[in-house]
């Protein structure tokens, strides 16, 4: 039996963050990773990107501005050396392999890679995709960020998606609340556990194989 | 003389027949034509296919055309209302619901692209946006070197209606911040591209160099103010 706390939000957002490498160009989706943003280390410029055309995005100005908004609709400002572009430059940032690092909220992420993250599959859901797709395929590497199991305690790591695909063969690694996982051309292979955890506990909550690293690290803040 | 200013926002949509497809610039709030959009309401025009990346922002606007039964489809690619406790889509979600009109959800890039093929000149393409997934159900794929895509199809406007903050006489436009999105690919993109601006300003006044939707992409230009007060056309 193991004695593990799930990290929280706020935890697994400062983890994340805290793995961006200085002078990368990200993109938030939006959700759970739009947090990271509050959370970005100290010393590194870490250079973010919303699809609506801004390159180089801060926290929440003082004055509320509709013309600087992020994917999710919320206010931000511009850092200096911030640039503006329309939508076909922007989404040729997303697409064509210039965004170095998407991190993105999940509903299932497969063996494989796979990712379904924008359709719950409800059958009066209105289908609304966004940009979730151009990301997926186009950013040169797909982080995702989510609890790791629903609420239900259901696997959300899986051996084949169930939920509607945004894509295939995509993700590069997942942040789990309680570890860290990179797919990989073997599989999917554990880096680190939140303290506590065993590997026998984790594999029961993932329902797709799991290998574990020689040198497991642990995930905490 | 050359000079694409209209004196009103009535004047600036009065030819617009039923039937027509509208690109409707703007990201959430930001760079959306309200006035124009209220200006179409009471034109009249019905059966119209709409281009906008949401399904309206709150009540004024998109909404009212849904509400009124003006738009057959809409093509778009986040119809949702985002945050459940700020419902912009909500007029949407009713007439969607109710089976009062169609929807064409597109990824949102691709919705662009399309946009700039059609601008460009460009037929089909193909793109690995959407490969494997339902969106692309209907549509011709083909694998490529070991990569899946999808061939999609340009979406030209018949009109574009686009906010911008300056222009000149010209159709030379200039936009603010991010409200700039989809702007210029709409432009581009329709026959007859109709800008809502803050201020008309004088031929000559943008340095050339930013100018950022050249005038030879617009066709009318109405001034409206930065509150939403019509304010008169003027300048040069």
């Given at each position: 039996m193991s004695h593990h706390k799930p990290l929280s939000r706020e935890q697994l957002a400062q983890i994340v963050a805290n793995d961006l490498p200085d002078g990368v160009y990200v993109n938030l989706g939006i959700g759970m990773p739009t947090q990271l943003a509050g959370h970005l280390p100290k010393g590194r410029e870490i250079i973010l990107h919303s699809e609506n055309g801004i390159l180089g995005m801060g926290p929440a100005g003082d004055v509320p501005d509709l013309d600087?908004?992020?994917?999710?609709?919320?206010?931000?400002?511009?850092?200096?050396?911030?640039?503006?572009c329309d939508h076909v430059v922007s989404f040729t940032m997303m697409r064509g392999g210039h965004i170095d690092i998407t991190v993105l909220g999940a509903y299932q992420v497969s063996a494989d890679g796979d990712l379904a993250n924008w359709d719950t599959g409800t059958p009066d859901a209105i289908p609304a995709v966004?940009?979730?797709?151009?990301?997926?395929?186009?950013?040169?590497?797909?982080?995702?960020?989510?609890?790791h199991t629903t609420r239900k305690r259901e696997p959300k790591i899986v051996e084949r998606c169930t939920l509607p695909l945004t894509g295939a063969s995509v993700v590069d690694r997942i942040y789990s609340d309680l570890a860290r996982i990179d797919v990989t051309p073997h599989g999917l292979v554990v880096r680190a556990l939140?303290?506590?955890?065993?590997?026998?506990?984790?594999?029961?909550?993932?329902?797709?194989?799991?290998?574990?690293?020689?040198?497991?690290?642990?995930?905490?803040? | 003389m050359l000079d694409k200013t209209v004196a009103s926002l009535a004047e600036a949509v009065k030819d617009i027949p039923d039937g027509a497809t509208l690109l409707v610039g703007?990201?959430?709030?930001?760079?959306?034509?309200?006035?124009l959009l209220v200006a179409l309401l009471d034109q009249g025009a019905r059966d119209l296919t709409v281009v906008n990346n949401n399904g309206g922002n709150g009540p004024v606007g998109l909404s009212q055309l849904f509400l009124a039964g003006r738009v057959r489809k809409l093509i778009c690619s986040f119809a949702r209302s985002a945050n459940p406790a700020q419902p912009s889509a909500a007029a949407f979600a009713e007439v969607y619901r109710a089976g009062k009109v169609e929807l064409e959800c597109v990824p949102q890039g691709i919705m662009v692209e399309r946009m700039r093929a059609a601008a460009a000149g460009l037929g089909p393409?193909?793109?690995?946006?959407?490969?494997?997934?339902?969106?692309?159900?209907?549509?011709?794929?083909?694998?490529?070197d070991g990569r899946g895509y999808v061939l999609e199809q340009p979406l030209p406007g018949d009109y574009a209606f686009v906010k911008a903050q300056h222009a000149d006489r010209w159709g030379n436009l200039t936009y603010r911040y991010a409200g700039r999105n989809f702007g210029p690919v709409m432009?581009?993109?329709?026959?007859?591209?109709?800008?809502?601006?803050?201020?008309?300003?004088?031929?000559?006044?943008?340095?050339?160099?930013?100018?950022?939707?050249p005038g030879i992409f617009v066709k009318r230009v109405v001034q409206v103010g930065r509150d939403g007060e019509p304010a008169r056309a003027g300048a040069a």
């Open positions: 600087l908004i992020n994917a999710s609709k919320e206010q931000v400002s511009l850092l200096p050396g911030a640039a503006i966004g940009g979730a797709m151009d990301l997926a395929v186009g950013a040169r590497q797909v982080w995702v960020m989510m609890e939140v303290p506590g955890l065993d590997p026998d506990t984790l594999q029961s909550l993932t329902a797709a194989p799991l290998r574990f690293d020689e040198r497991l690290a642990v995930l905490a803040v | 703007g990201f959430g709030a930001s760079g959306i034509p309200t006035e393409f193909f793109s690995p946006v959407s490969y494997g997934s339902k969106l692309a159900h209907g549509k011709e794929t083909r694998i490529i432009c581009m993109a329709a026959r007859t591209t109709i800008v809502q601006v803050d201020r008309i300003v004088p031929l000559g006044s943008i340095p050339p160099e930013q100018v950022m939707t």
